[in-house]
């Protein structure tokens, strides 16, 4: 009978402080209008330069790491950048279903050039660094045991995608360097 009254007292108090963190936790929320409903810093800074400028869908990633990662690279040139659907490559990274799990980072044109020179960048180097990475046959199956699913490694990564409209995007101009065609 003690050994139940211990466990009682246990589960009593345990929920005590479940409550505590979750009434905490509630309170630490911002009001509407707060700095959680606006854009995010690179989006503001887009926003506020987008009057009358054309923007164009310039990559679609398929994973948070990436979609940070460019971000930082374009605003660090100077290139104002947005994203669509950003929150929705972090459910499943990693797994290519175009509209599903991408998010499109667009550029004004007045910046276009600038700004495939350096993802075109990026994704060489990326290309170079998941060919180095083996993947493990034991970290897949624990994956998927886990969570349900199968995160690519190495080879089997999904790259960016470069989604500059009516042009060929090609990889050497003789000099070994990224270019896009016309």
Known sequence: MDQFKFLALIL???GFILFLARARHSSLK?????????PGEYDAEFLAQAQGRSAMPLVRV????????????????????????????GLYPNIRIAGLSDSVIA??????DDAL????EYIELARKNSASFSSSKVRA???FVVGGYVVPGGSGRTL???LVEGD???TDDGNGSPTRGH
């Open 62 to 89: 398929y994973n948070s790491e990436d979609l940070m990662v460019l971000r930082s690279l374009l605003s660090s040139a100077g290139i104002p950048n947005y994203v669509n659907y950003g929150h929705i490559s």
């Open 12 to 14: 009593i108090v345990s």
């Open 168 to 170: 060929a995007v090609g």
């Open 141 to 143: 199956v624990a994956e």
């Open 30 to 38: 911002a009001t509407p209008g707060g700095a959680e409903d606006q």
């Open 107 to 112: 550029v004004f044109d007045t910046d276009l």
């Open 117 to 120: 020179r350096i993802v075109l």
């Open 160 to 162: 960016p995608e470069v």
